[in-house]
């Protein structure tokens, strides 16, 4: 696992995006694989401003994102599908139909994370995967206690993610309680992880993920095992590691 310090949001953004987009270069049709969250937001900027200044082409790229809300239509502004045509996909020129993204309506939701998974492997399996990181060790929506082997499936949301969500609902009641994650283990599948953590609220979680024992009260702690990990983080999300590690 390779664990690189970079001073500040910024530029942990800029480093991240630089690997993404040298990998679109070598290899225009890459399965790319996107999470949510506030921490890959300067990624996406810099991903846009490559595309529309330097003309990194996307038309080729095939994509699947982390986990998905169950109950909220693409259309609703808190979910992911929402997330990620807002932030990125709608400014750079990838096709729609190489976009997925688990689809919170599915009327068979046991047969669609089947589905995900075969398509994945269709697609050569994951490239690259994104990954933020929960201040509780989560990954994607698998919260502590996840089982380290687990597939795409539904899960249960811990309250302190309801809670932590209400915020962005008008009345508790619309909070969805459950959402589809990609597992442990597909994430685990992916070629490649970089995992990524800016500020103090995260150093906690960055400890355990880079030195602490693997284990499942911290999921994100099994990317010690995965052959090409590379952790990204700002100087607050590293501030508890005891470990001397460079940056690049
Ligand atoms: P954040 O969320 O990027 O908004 O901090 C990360 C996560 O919970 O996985």
Not at 20 to 47: I, N, Q, W
Not at 87 to 108: C, Q, S, Y
Request: net charge negative; aromatic share 8%; with cysteine.
């Amino acid at each position: 696992m390779l664990v690189v310090i970079k001073d500040n949001f910024e530029e942990m953004s800029k480093e991240s995006a630089k690997l993404l987009a040298s990998l679109v270069r070598r290899k225009p049709d890459c399965v790319l694989g996107f999470a949510t969250g506030s921490t890959p937001l300067g990624m996406y900027k810099e991903l846009i401003r490559l595309h529309k200044e330097e003309g990194l082409d996307f038309s080729k790229v095939i994509t699947f994102n982390l986990d998905e809300y169950v109950g909220l239509p693409p259309s609703h502004e808190q979910s992911y599908h929402y997330f990620m045509w807002e932030n990125l996909f709608k400014h750079i020129n990838v096709d729609p139909r190489h976009v997925h993204i688990p689809m919170g309506m599915a009327e068979n939701i046991e047969e669609f994370c089947l589905w995900y998974e075969e398509k994945i492997d269709e697609c050569g399996g994951i490239d690259l995967q994104i990954l933020g990181i929960g201040a509780n060790g989560h990954i994607a929506f698998n919260e502590p206690g996840s089982s380290l082997g687990s597939r795409t499936r539904i899960k249960t949301l811990s309250d302190q993610t309801c809670e932590d969500n209400a915020r962005f609902f008008e009345n508790k009641d619309e909070v969805p309680k459950y959402a589809i994650t990609m597992g442990v283990g597909t994430i685990m599948q992916a070629h490649e992880l970089l995992l990524m953590a800016s500020g103090v609220a995260k150093a906690d979680a960055i400890k355990a993920t880079v030195e602490g024992p693997i284990m499942a009260k911290y999921p994100a702690t099994i990317v010690q095992l995965h052959e090409f990990a590379t952790v990204l983080v700002d100087r607050d999300a590293a501030s508890k590691l005891e470990g001397s590690y460079s940056g690049f």
